[in-house]
């Protein structure tokens, strides 16, 4: 079974710096995209940037020169730095990953337990 599991959420004040991590492990074959989503108080989920095996990204406009996400894909993992953070930036953030499964070889989602980011103002 493959599993996703975050790290590095945390409190911080606006303008600081946080740093989220998210390792897969299981056994894998291989994974595609990677990316990090995320849902505030009230707010359905959103995308929040992604980034595909050969390190193509996308970003959600809100994040977008704040933001960064990097992948090691030998290690399987992905994470997102995130800079000039804002109070509107706190919400739980969720790693999620396009994954191949050795046993399976069939493509499937998965989705890791969330991180809490705070940003005070």
């Known amino acids: 079974q493959v599993r996703l599991a975050e790290s590095g959420g945390g409190s911080v004040q606006g303008g600081g710096s946080l740093r989220l991590s998210c390792a897969a492990s299981?056994?894998?074959?291989?994974?595609?995209?990677m990316g990090w989503y995320r849902q505030g108080p009230g707010k359905q989920r959103e995308l929040v940037a992604t980034?595909?095996?050969?390190?193509?990204?996308n970003y959600a406009v809100s994040v977008k020169g704040r933001f960064n996400i990097s992948r090691d894909n030998a290690k399987n993992t992905v994470s997102l730095q995130m800079n000039s953070l804002r109070p509107e930036d706190t919400a739980v953030y969720y790693c999620?990953?396009?994954?191949?499964?050795?046993?399976?070889?069939?493509?499937?989602?998965?989705w890791g337990q969330g991180t809490l980011v705070i940003v005070s103002s």
């Open positions: 999620s990953a396009d994954v191949i499964p050795m046993a399976t070889l069939s493509n499937v989602e998965v």
């Open positions: 980034i595909t095996k050969g390190g193509s990204t």
């Open positions: 299981g056994s894998i074959y291989s994974i595609n995209v």
